[in-house]
Structures are given as structure tokens and as C-alpha cells.
């Protein structure tokens, strides 16, 4: 999936426990980049790398990032899920729902 300086991500997470709030959608690209490691950031504001924990537990959260402004240029290979809490290990759970990657000025 080729990126220009319109496309977006979107994706709901619904966190069932607190680690949970550590999982996310990261993008390979075809360089072997990573959308976790671009510096990237949300629409809140937050780092789209999974070491920080997003939404409210028992909650669907919606997580929107243009990620053009980082990626423009690139292409995706692969979607992945990923989940980085160094100071924590053990069980999570939760879901993820919607992913959407799209042009667009709406998120």
C-alpha cells in the first residue's frame, strides 16, 4: 500500500486488562521500517510505538494517526500487532477492530 501525505491509519482497541492497553497496530514497509519506530504520533498527541499504553480499559477507543507525515513516500508490506511493555509481562487481552488505512482530511 503506497503512502502520500494524505494517508491515515485508523483503528478501534478495546483493552480488556492494563497490559492490554500495550497492544497496537504496527505497519513493515518496504525499506524494513516501522510505523512504531517512526516517531509517529496519534491524534491525541501519543507516540504510535505499542511501549505506550493507549485508550481506557472496557472501553473501544478509537486511534487515528496520519501517517503521512512520517511515511510519505513509503509502502506498507505488512500489518501487524504488536505489543511492547518493557516493565510488564504476563497475560492481556482485548480486541481490535476497523483497521483502516485511507486518504482523506477527516479522521
Known amino acids: 500500500i503506497p503512502i502520500n501525505p494524505k494517508t491515515k491509519l485508523s483503528f478501534w482497541t478495546y483493552p480488556q ?10 505497519l513493515i514497509l518496504s525499506d524494513g521500517t516501522t510505523l512504531s519506530n517512526s516517531n509517529a504520533l496519534d491524534t491525541t498527541g501519543l507516540s504510535m510505538h505499542s511501549s505506550v499504553g493507549k485508550g481506557m480499559i472496557n472501553t473501544w477507543n478509537k486511534i487515528t494517526s496520519n501517517i503521512g507525515l512520517w511515511l510519505n513516500g513509503k509502502t506498507i508490506t505488512r500489518i501487524c500487532i504488536s505489543y511492547d511493555n518493557a516493565l510488564e509481562t504476563g497475560n492481556f487481552r482485548g480486541y481490535i477492530d476497523d483497521i483502516s ?3 482523506g482530511d477527516n479522521d
Do not use: K, S
Open 101 to 103: 488505512i485511507y486518504e
Open 17 to 26: 486488562m492494563a497490559l492490554a492497553r500495550y497492544v497496537t497496530v504496527d
